[in-house]
């Protein structure tokens, strides 16, 4: 094995590494290769991005779920959550908000709420796109029919997001109840991009059961499966939950494999994410700082926040949309960074 600043120039050179060398970056690392790969990373996401920081409005539109992964407190087996989901006129209303606050993305997320089939959908998806010309939707709603994803394309849906947990099998086995299938989903992400989506992937970053192997095996995943987007966050255990007492991922190895992500794709659309931020009060900053490249600040009505709990101690769920939008704005330009209003896709290089 080479030693691993030769891998970081391979890496940055190539975009292309073996697991075993992905897995020995992982292991090995220290704070000295972790500031080289960082500041690598920030210099090829300032080539492709500049200082700009892509905003999209995340509206939380449902907390119902009817899957049972062991690590979210929005399961269906947790009788102590508490349910709430939007109407398509106050979802319209967080667009009309978020709209006036510069947001060109809007953010469908949910549990797997059967609620919201296509019908209610499909008209609400064109009436986003009526009144907000030029904008961009992201759905983020779980598994789907292949069919529906095409009738939701078909109404206006530009992005997906659907993380794929991890890229093992096995590990997804030991996250996720039996009803559930990885295969499934890694189905469902080929699926979204054979229809036009531009589609976002991504993993919890210390979800119980992980190692450098898993890790190694999701970014050989990202590399090869060439998404738009990548979410990744530390995992944050939710108290009612299996996993409730497990401990949690870490800021600075989500800030890593963030610089490592970057190099591996440059142009790649990565949040510094909200549990960033709850991990550390200056998560999404480090995250920025990391190499990534977007933030998704809060549209949803205050008055649900707090039931959109998917981990413990989340964020952000007392402030007004236009609060959220402002702290983050200045969040981003404390450290030189500046949040602009456009649609925000991925660069082509
Ligand atoms: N139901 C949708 C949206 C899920 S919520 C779907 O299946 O895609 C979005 C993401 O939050 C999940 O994909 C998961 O990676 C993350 N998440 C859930 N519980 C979490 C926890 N306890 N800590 C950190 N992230 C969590």
């Avoid at 349910?83 to 953010?107: K, Q």
């Avoid at 890694?186 to 890790?215: D, H, N, W």
């Avoid at 709990?309 to 500046?338: F, H, V, W």
Wanted: with cysteine.
């Amino acid at each position: 094995m080479p030693e691993l600043s030769l891998l970081i120039d391979k890496l940055e050179r190539e975009h292309s590494l073996s697991e075993t060398e992905y897995r020995a970056l992982i292991e090995g690392r220290n704070e000295t290769l972790a500031g080289d790969l960082r500041e690598r990373a920030v210099q090829v996401r300032k080539a492709v991005y500049g200082n700009t920081v892509f905003v999209r409005g995340l509206i939380e539109i449902s907390s119902w779920c009817k899957n049972n992964c062991y690590y979210c407190g929005i399961r269906a087996g947790n009788p102590k959550a508490e349910r709430y989901r939007l109407t398509p006129e106050e979802i319209l209303l967080c667009c009309r908000e978020g709209w006036a606050l510069g947001f060109r993305t809007f953010v469908l997320q949910g549990g797997e709420d059967p609620w919201f089939t296509d019908g209610v959908l499909e008209p609400l998806l064109r009436q986003i796109k009526a009144e907000f010309p030029g904008c961009a939707i992201t759905l983020s709603l779980g598994e789907r029919s292949r069919e529906s994803y095409q009738r939701l394309y078909d109404a206006g849906a530009d992005r997906y997001l659907l993380r794929h947990e991890t890229a093992d099998k096995s590990h997804y086995e030991s996250l996720h109840p039996a009803a559930m299938s990885w295969d499934r989903r890694m189905e469902c992400l080929r699926e979204l991009k054979q229809i036009g989506y531009q589609v976002g992937c991504g993993f919890m970053v210390g979800s119980p059961g992980q190692t450098a192997r898993e890790l190694a095996k999701d970014l050989k995943f990202i590399e090869e499966f060439h998404p738009a987007m990548c979410g990744i966050g530390p995992f944050i255990p939710h108290k009612d939950t299996p996993f409730g007492d497990r401990p949690g991922g870490s800021v600075e190895l989500s800030c890593y494999l963030l610089s490592i992500l970057r190099l591996i794709q440059p142009n790649l659309l990565l949040p510094a994410t909200t549990a960033l931020g709850t991990l550390d009060p200056l998560g999404r900053e480090k995250g920025i700082q990391s190499g990534a490249n977007v933030v998704m600040p809060n549209l949803s009505p205050v008055s649900v926040r707090k039931k959109y709990m998917l981990y413990d101690n989340k964020i952000c769920t007392g402030e007004e949309s236009a609060q959220c939008r402002g702290c983050l704005s200045a969040r981003m330009a404390s450290i030189g960074y500046e949040i602009v209003t456009d649609r925000g896709d991925p660069k082509t290089i």
